[in-house]
């Protein structure tokens, strides 16, 4: 079991990540297709009001990223976003949320394999998905495999695309509101012919919450790659404090103006609300045009996927809770071994999507979804425990520090636990909830044995 000493004489990451990477590697992790696809949904749950759950849920998640930028400028020791909770509850805790953070990204590699096959599917009919899907998680595993900085190189040119693609959306978007594409109908009157600001009630909007949550989640990969630069503590800070802008502009912006162009009712759950919008907008090749940016978000998120399990697994086996060969570095510094279980995981999960996509991958992916959820409320959880810590020994505040603690803390963890039990009660979402319960329940049932067969071999 992890101790103390369990980190000793452990290889040295590279630290070849320049700032400009971390700040992209931060946006890539808020923009991916749960924004350019995933809103669809939230669209059709709330109306036009569901710019509301989406500030909501963005104030969620800026108190979750400053709780994380507070223990990373205090605590620069530690080398990984999980590892916050072994420091404010001890080994089950970093066992427990490492091992757990590691399969949700690790189900995420064969998920956004087959769904950027499905998309190039379109352009190649006749390549087999499971053929483009091993071909896509190939070359992201030879990408990882390279060096850091070709991680982090990648992921600032995905991020760059998605950015530009954004800004130019949202520019189109002011253009034809401002009249500069041709005559259009008046916001308002398209509002009121649709059943008004909130025709699902006004509180669909706060149930919207749960789907829109983990649209946005992924922002907490800087805080592992930040690890992997020449000052961590400083690039998380710098993360968090631009995390605000980045909601405001790419979720609010985009989404709100979506709303004031597209009847809320025209937007089917599943189908871009941007190749919507664009088309209401005639522009040519809307569709071809989103598949590509799409398929960016898709890649990114499938390179990001790699890098974190492979963060994650050396972390957990430098600290004794993972085979200590997944610590060995190759000679550009990159935990090969790890990359490498994260590819044959993945290799697993889309041939078994393929065999029977109905049945095991279903369960796979149910597994994982609640698991942010939770890993994010004990984070925050560790959070106040390190700070009150800090007080009783006399500590003065860090400099980055969590507004209005402890109150926004708690205010953080109880969204979270409504958002659990909105996902136990809500009919489409119980097996996640269920399913998940499953995985917690192992990942500590690992632990227990894990701890008991290191106290036997001590004896």
Not at 239 to 248: E, P
Not at 330 to 346: E, F, K, M, Q, Y
Request: aromatic content about 12%; some cysteine.
């Amino acid at each position: 079991m992890a101790h103390s000493g369990a980190q000793d004489h452990v290889p040295e990451l590279s630290r070849s990540l320049r700032p400009r990477h971390v700040t992209m590697i931060s946006i890539g992790g808020i923009i991916g297709a749960g924004l350019f696809v995933g809103s669809s949904v939230a669209i059709a749950a709330t109306g036009p009001m569901v710019i509301l759950t989406y500030a909501l849920t963005g104030l969620l998640f800026l108190i979750v990223m400053r709780c994380l930028g507070e223990m990373a400028v205090a605590h620069p020791e530690i080398r990984s976003f999980t590892e916050f909770s072994r420091a404010g509850f001890g080994d089950w805790a970093g066992f427990t949320v490492g091992w757990l953070y590691w399969y949700f990204w690790v189900i995420v590699i064969p998920v956004e394999a087959i769904a950027g096959a499905v998309i190039l599917q379109g352009w190649f009919p006749e390549v087999p998905k499971l053929v483009i899907g091993a071909g896509l998680m190939a070359a992201m595993t030879g990408v990882n495999l390279m060096s850091t900085r070709s991680y982090g190189e990648f992921e600032f040119w995905f991020a760059s695309i998605k950015v530009v693609a954004i800004v130019a959306f949202i520019a189109a978007c002011a253009a034809f509101l401002g009249g500069a594409m041709g005559p259009h109908q008046a916001v308002w009157q398209l509002w009121s012919t649709h059943g008004g600001l909130f025709p699902k009630g006004p509180m669909a909007v706060i149930t919207a919450v749960t789907t829109v949550f983990f649209s946005m989640m992924g922002a907490e990969i800087a805080t592992i790659a930040a690890v992997e630069s020449p000052d961590p503590a400083q690039a998380v800070a710098r993360m968090v404090a631009t995390v605000v802008w980045r909601i405001l502009l790419f979720y609010l912006g985009s989404i709100g103006f979506i709303v004031c162009i597209v009847a809320w009712d025209k937007v089917p759950p599943g189908v871009s609300p941007f190749v919507i919008a664009l088309a209401s907008m005639n522009v040519p090749y809307a569709a071809p045009i989103m598949s590509a940016i799409i398929l960016t978000a898709v890649l990114s998120c499938l390179n990001s996927s790699f890098y974190v399990v492979s963060r994650v697994l050396f972390i957990l086996a430098a600290r004794g809770d993972a085979p200590r060969t997944l610590v060995h570095l190759n000679a550009r510094h990159v935990p090969a071994n790890s990359v490498l279980i994260g590819t044959a995981a993945g290799m697993l999960g889309i041939i078994a999507h393929d065999l029977a996509p109905s049945a095991v991958f279903a369960f796979l992916v149910n597994a994982s979804g609640a698991l942010i959820v939770v890993i994010y409320m004990i984070t925050v959880l560790a959070q106040i425990r390190l700070r009150r810590a800090r007080e009783r020994a006399g500590v003065g505040t860090p400099s980055l520090k969590m507004w209005f603690f402890p109150w926004a803390s708690y205010a953080a963890v109880v969204a979270m636990v409504l958002v659990l039990g909105a996902m136990a009660f809500d009919k489409d979402m119980q097996s996640e909830f269920w399913a998940s319960a499953v995985s917690i329940l192992v990942a500590f049932a690992a632990y227990l044995l894990a701890r008991r067969r290191t106290a036997e071999r001590s004896r």
